[in-house]
């Protein structure tokens, strides 16, 4: 037998092990593949959509690859561990560390190749469904499998980079140690767990701070809290589950009618072994299974936004024209001319505004007429407007407190009462030289002297208002104004006019929302396949010691569905407990997340993270069922 044939049988007698090792690195390996396909799709011929998909996909492939690193380096540290009595006994048979640091090279490498091999394959098989979800999302005519070697080269060349990094690791953790420390293997000592009280109580001041400040922020809606938040988090997270965890169930078993009960003796014994052995891997499934849930949240909300957006903008197309425009009325017929083209009915609404000067800020404001916003919002199906003279609105936003009550115009001597807001079709803040109100129609009509730095020619716009029933089509409405929009944001020029398309600015909005759901949901499914794999791990690699822990426990007694009962009790914990601190912690980033939405456009999310709550809810149930239903499997296989 040679040495490669013996690597090879190696890898193959811990296939077990090795599974869902396996099996998260093909999955990284086949999503990366597939953003690469993408990345370099040869069909998008929008310069847009090319540019979200390559960041997208390129910011995607770099943090799978970061992540598939640490994971990787941690996995194979801790199968290194697992296997470290049997790499004893080859050197005390005669191998030398030269010869046992190939071996470990050439079984990482065996497993990389594989997994590489496995990925790409899966990875262009699935790649054409991938497609047709990006092209409906996307709304592209077409965008077909193709085969080029990049996606195929780039992938090959990350991955075998990452694969010989890591084999290269393995054996220098080989190399640092003795044969005695291998001899030892993974065996943990049976010692009474001891654990830090001040760790503990530390851990619960940690948590309650990051959390308060949570609970401080959405109050102030400051967002400068958040790295301080994290880092309590994260610190918390680790010192809970080196030393709370222990300090609660130590406070448990003093409760002698709790402890001494039933089969709890046997649980509280080995939930403290087992939390004592895993702390930090506890510690590293909670901040991975947080991190994906935070994440397919955050692009769960934006999706969110994404769908509200006609809510936010009921008006199809904007143009506001400053009076004396020389543009206007090619404009508006390049408007009418892109909507015959596209076969669209309108409504056009027209609203002239006011500017005049506010005498308690000296500065300038903008004046609607009631039956004028009242025309519009009736054509848009919002609440009409009924105002006494002397009585105004503010346009757009609500009116806070400690905000003018009493606007009174210089130009005209006139005054008038605001006490709410006007929020249900807000124009754009960019479309008004200062905060615009509404009046009632005799207060309009006082308004005779111009704007009081310039003359009438300076002191009307007129706002277009476009309905157009089917919105979602105006996407092709107006490209050039657009351009001409965004080259005066870019070059600081002063237009004469203002545009605004909706439906253009939802075209973009959704690809970009979309493109990011797609992406976050499968780096999302990378982090839990991953999170998973450690639980996996440690449940295979100590499958031997809970074989013969309940044997011993048979051999007491306890019958078959006693020696269940003790199985879920020992599995639970491990589960769910890091699960359970994930989920607070991605509950309270959501409540904070809510509080940042209402703020920047008045929506709700709650529907949007309950859904994805109780979606990885019910993967972890699943996985939780699956790994149960193997380790009862091989319990009873080995126990009779």
């Not at 990482?108 to 699935?126: K, Q, R």
């Not at 009280?197 to 400040?213: E, I, P, R």
């Not at 426990?553 to 078959?560: K, Q």
Request: charge should be negative.
């Amino acid at each position: 037998m040679t040495f490669l044939q013996f690597a090879y049988r190696n890898v193959i007698r811990n296939r077990r092990v090795y599974a869902a090792y396996f099996m998260a690195s093909s999955f990284s390996v086949m999503v990366f593949f597939i953003y690469s396909m993408l990345l370099f799709h040869p069909s998008i011929e929008n310069q847009f959509i090319q540019d979200i998909a390559f960041m997208g996909m390129a910011a995607a492939d770099v943090v799978l690859v970061i992540f598939t690193l640490f994971f990787l380096l941690y996995s194979l540290s801790a199968f290194l561990q697992a296997r470290s009595k049997e790499f004893g006994i080859l050197q005390q048979l005669g191998m030398d560390r030269s010869q046992l640091q190939r071996l470990i090279f050439i079984e990482t490498m065996i497993l990389g190749v594989v997994a590489l091999a496995t990925g790409i394959f899966f990875g262009y098989i699935f790649t054409k469904l991938f497609f047709m979800v990006i092209r409906a999302m996307l709304v592209l005519d077409t965008l077909p499998l193709y085969f080029s070697p990049e996606p195929f080269l780039l992938t090959a060349v990350v991955f075998t980079t990452l694969f010989i990094v890591i084999s290269i690791a393995g054996s220098i953790f080989i190399r640092q140690s003795a044969i005695i420390q291998l001899l030892s293997g993974a065996k943990q000592s049976s010692e009474t767990a001891h654990y830090s009280k001040v760790g503990a109580f530390l851990s619960f001041a940690l948590l309650v701070v990051a959390y308060g400040l949570v609970l401080y922020c959405l109050y102030r809606m400051n967002v400068w809290w958040s790295p301080v938040i994290i880092l309590c988090a994260i610190a918390g997270s680790y010192y809970f589950f080196k030393d709370g965890m222990l300090y609660l169930i130590h406070a448990l078993q003093r409760n002698k009618q709790l402890y001494w009960r039933s089969l709890r003796i046997v649980t509280f014994s080995d939930a403290i072994e087992k939390i004592r052995e895993n702390a930090r891997m506890y510690f590293i499934v909670t901040m991975v299974s947080t991190l994906a849930i935070i994440s397919v949240g955050v692009v769960a909300s934006l999706t969110s936004f994404a769908n509200q957006y006609r809510e936010i903008n009921p008006i199809s197309v904007l143009y506001v024209s400053e009076s004396g425009n020389p543009y206007e009325a090619t404009h508006i017929d390049q408007l009418t001319s892109d909507f015959y083209k596209e076969n669209l009915t309108y409504t056009l609404l027209t609203a002239p505004v006011t500017k005049q000067t506010s005498a308690a800020t000296n500065r300038p404001v903008q004046l609607l007429r009631e039956t004028d916003i009242n025309t519009i919002a009736a054509v848009l199906k919002e609440p009409l407007i009924d105002l006494e003279p002397g009585e105004g609105m503010r346009f757009g936003q609500e009116v806070e407190d400690g905000q003018e009550q009493l606007i009174h115009l210089r130009e005209n001597t006139i005054y008038f009462h605001v006490d709410e807001g006007y929020q249900y079709f807000p124009l754009p803040e960019a479309a008004f030289d200062g905060p615009a109100y509404v009046l009632s129609d005799e207060d309009f009509e006082r308004v005779v002297n111009p704007y009081l730095y310039g003359d009438w020619a300076s002191s009307v716009t007129t706002i277009f208002a476009f309905h157009v029933p089917d919105w979602l089509r105006t996407d092709k409405v107006g490209l050039t104004l657009d351009r001409e929009m965004i080259a005066s944001y870019e070059g600081d020029e002063k237009l004469p006019f203002y545009f605004d398309n909706p439906g253009l600015n939802y075209s973009y909005i959704s690809s970009t929302f979309s493109l990011l759901l797609v992406t976050g949901l499968l780096v999302a499914a990378v982090l839990i396949l991953a999170a998973g794999s450690f639980i996996y791990f440690k449940f295979y690699t100590n499958l031997e010691k809970d074989r013969r822990q309940f044997e011993v426990l048979r051999h007491m007694g306890l019958t078959n569905q006693e020696l269940r009962r003790i199985a879920n009790r020992q599995l639970y914990p491990q589960f769910f407990l890091p699960w359970g601190l994930a989920m607070l912690h991605a509950t309270f980033s959501f409540l904070f997340l809510q509080a940042v939405w209402v703020d920047i456009a008045a929506m709700s999310i709650a529907m949007e993270m309950l859904i994805v709550l109780g979606a990885f809810t019910c993967i972890q149930a699943v996985y939780y069922f699956l790994i149960r239903w193997r380790y009862f499997a091989h319990l009873q296989l080995h126990t009779g």
